[in-house]
């Protein structure tokens, strides 16, 4: 019994970190030019070729319409260039991969 709650411990402490290697994968890549906080929660993601991806709340990579006008927390504008939805999942799965 005492091996199963060790072991039950390690499992949720590995659990609640996933999520932050996730995040730690796109700040070290090198490839995101800056992070911007949104109204609804979610996080616009500028890559150094300019274009955009957006990571929903809940940490998903999600779609951006051509245009799209995005508000920043700070109540400024900002207009979607490009649509970088794979290159974002791809790193957000990087983290949870190893």
Same mark, same amino acid.
């Not at 949720?12 to 996730?22: E, L």
């Not at 994968?25 to 929660?41: C, F, H, I, R, Y």
């Not at 500028?46 to 274009?51: E, H, Q």
């Given at each position: 019994?005492? !091996?199963?709650?060790?072991?039950?411990?390690?499992?949720?402490?590995?659990?609640?970190?996933?999520?932050?290697?996730?995040?730690?994968?796109?700040?070290? !890549?090198? #490839?995101? %030019?800056? %992070?911007?906080?949104?109204?609804?929660?979610?996080?616009?993601?500028?890559?150094? $070729?300019?274009?955009?991806?957006?990571? $929903?709340?809940?940490?998903?990579? #999600?779609?951006? %319409?051509?245009?799209?006008?995005?508000?920043? #927390?700070?109540? !400024? %504008?900002?207009?979607?260039?490009?649509?970088?939805?794979?290159?974002?999942?791809?790193?957000?799965?990087?983290?949870?991969?190893?």
């Amino acid at each position: 019994m005492k !091996s199963f709650a060790i072991a039950l411990a390690i499992s949720a402490a590995a659990t609640a970190a996933a999520p932050a290697f996730a995040h730690d994968a796109l700040e070290t !890549s090198g #490839v995101v %030019k800056s %992070k911007v906080q949104l109204v609804d929660g979610s996080t616009l993601y500028v890559f150094k $070729d300019g274009k955009m991806a957006r990571e $929903d709340r809940f940490g998903r990579a #999600v779609f951006l %319409k051509r245009g799209e006008t995005l508000t920043t #927390v700070d109540g !400024s %504008k900002i207009v979607a260039v490009g649509n970088e939805v794979a290159r974002l999942d791809a790193l957000l799965k990087e983290g949870h991969n190893g």
